[in-house]
């Protein structure tokens, strides 16, 4: 049927082959998984119903949902007690049904406030009960994220909510938050099944999947016994977790494309190297790429170095004058993404799990020569 394969296939329906993604989402798919769909869209696993046209409710998409089901549970090692859904809304939506499944009027919320995400979070918690910050790095322009004994969680609090990454500023966790006993809530978005995550060790997990997991529309909710236990029986039917937990993610028409999608990017995890697999595949692009930003002084890494994301690689240079000179030569050579979320600026390059390790490659040397030529 295809007379071209491959990325030269992929790159010759857009008149450009495909460039070096370094965007933060949607982000950058491994080119296996753009194949299968490309596959799926006329005929899904031989049904005769194309990917875009297949019902939620039949046999052949109920596959593909226990496949992606199982695959998120053996991938990242969730308790066979949790549960695990495929929702919509994006982890933005997920700020506020946390807070609203989990808290009640007067209730106690405490959260690490590391960058702009966080802060969307309380925001929204705040419409729901008595929701604070205990650590806000904001004053120091959120260059690093709290070390344990750094913040003291409070008496009555039901939930501490904390982001593992922060893809504005280039932070991350690399230590487990101290709940001290109580629900840990974690905002996974832009590391999931890049990073350690001890699954067991939190209560809700929420990632939307454009980062690391899949495409924009389906959002990942894994959640414990414990956390499901609180939802109470009077929320908004599509803002109820146990309304969606009861059909299995299909009490209304799901993003099938996207939940297909996640499927075969945790099937690509699989195959190569699992979770571990990743995780190194992330610390190797990530240290190459901090190692040339800590050459010279001509780059200026934004993160504390304790607190640096293997995620999302962010800095400026020593000119501020040069950052638009910088983008435009990247982008002439064949990278893209490059470009520091609006409300920070600077530079940031996503390595997500779809990003190779090729590609960090000719983005070092790029840098390097940009070096060269505009010192």
Not at 120 to 130: F, I, M, N, Q, S
Not at 182 to 209: E, F, M, N, R, T
Request: proline share 4%.
């Amino acid at each position: 049927m295809h007379s071209k394969t491959g990325a030269a296939a992929l790159g010759s329906m857009s008149g450009r082959a495909r460039i070096h993604n370094f965007g933060a989402g949607p982000a950058v798919l491994p080119l296996s998984v753009v194949e299968e769909c490309r596959d799926a869209l006329p005929n899904l696993s031989q049904s005769g119903f194309g990917l875009l046209e297949v019902s939620h409710r039949s046999p052949t998409f109920q596959n593909v949902v226990d496949s992606a089901m199982a695959r998120v549970r053996r991938t990242l090692s969730v308790p066979e007690d949790y549960t695990v859904l495929f929702l919509q809304g994006g982890a933005s939506l997920q700020f506020y049904m946390t807070a609203l499944n989990l808290l009640r009027p007067g209730e106690q919320a405490d959260y690490l406030v590391t960058g702009g995400w966080s802060q969307k979070a309380l925001k929204e918690a705040k419409r729901v009960g008595d929701a604070q910050a205990i650590w806000d790095d904001s004053v120091n322009g959120f260059r690093s994220v709290p070390q344990v004994g750094e913040y003291a969680v409070r008496d009555d609090a039901v939930y501490l909510h904390y982001t593992s990454n922060n893809t504005l500023y280039g932070t991350q966790f690399h230590h487990l938050p101290d709940s001290e006993g109580k629900l840990l809530l974690l905002d996974a978005s832009s590391d999931i099944a890049g990073v350690p995550c001890d699954i067991a060790a939190h209560d809700l997990i929420y990632a939307g999947a454009q980062k690391n997991l899949g495409p924009s529309g389906v959002t990942l909710v894994i959640l414990s016994p414990r956390a499901l236990s609180r939802v109470g029986d009077d929320l908004p039917t599509m803002l109820d977790y146990n309304v969606h937990a009861s059909k299995g993610s299909l009490f209304n028409t799901p993003n099938t494309f996207g939940i297909f999608v996640l499927d075969r990017v945790f099937n690509w995890l699989e195959e190569n190297g699992g979770l571990e697999g990743s995780i190194a595949r992330n610390q190797e692009k990530s240290g190459l790429l901090y190692a040339e930003l800590d050459k010279t002084d001509f780059w200026r890494p934004h993160a504390d170095e304790g607190s640096r994301s293997v995620m999302n690689v962010t800095w400026l240079i020593h000119d501020d004058a040069l950052e638009p000179v910088f983008l435009a030569e990247a982008e002439a050579a064949g990278m893209g993404g490059l470009k520091g979320h609006r409300s920070v600026g600077g530079i940031r390059a996503s390595l997500y799990n779809g990003c190779q390790l090729d590609s960090v490659q000719a983005l070092i040397s790029f840098m390097h020569q940009f070096e060269s030529n505009h010192r």
